[in-house]
């Protein structure tokens, strides 16, 4: 093993322990914010998501939420993201919800006129579900 392959290797092992924080903090999300619940906290449910759904979240906040909090401009507030099974039973979710796997947020920016603008930019997103839900309250999305 030459000294540059050291390097490199030395440089991947760096890569693969930065903290949730650092990876976090060009971001105007985090993993925290999507797994928060209320509900969840008043029933004892614990909502600590497994690996794969803190992956599904990164797509979400990368891919999505990210790049529509950049266009929309002003902040945009997740009222729910990830559920795990009873959190999810709890709020009355669908059962195959993509809440389940941290791939879907229920969104609002405080007023239906701003959810009605976030909606028309997520459109131009990548999205599965894009559902402006009860005329303008919330907006669900889901990668
Ligand atoms: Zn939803």
Known sequence: MNKNTLI?????AAEAVVPLDAKEAAS????RELTHSATA??????NTPPPQAVEAMYR???DV???A???????????SGYRCKALNKAVGGAERSY???GRAADLT??????NRRLYEILCTLPHRELILERGGIWIHVAW
């Open 60 to 62: 979400l906040i990368n």
């Open 69 to 79: 909090r950049i266009q929309y401009g002003s902040p945009i507030y997740v009222n």
């Open 28 to 31: 105007h999300f985090t993993i």
């Open 109 to 114: 920016t405080g007023s239906i006129e701003g």
């Open 41 to 46: 906290r008043r029933l004892g449910i614990d």
């Open 8 to 12: 490199a290797l030395s440089v991947v």
């Open 99 to 101: 809440h389940l796997a």
């Open 65 to 67: 939420l990210e790049p």
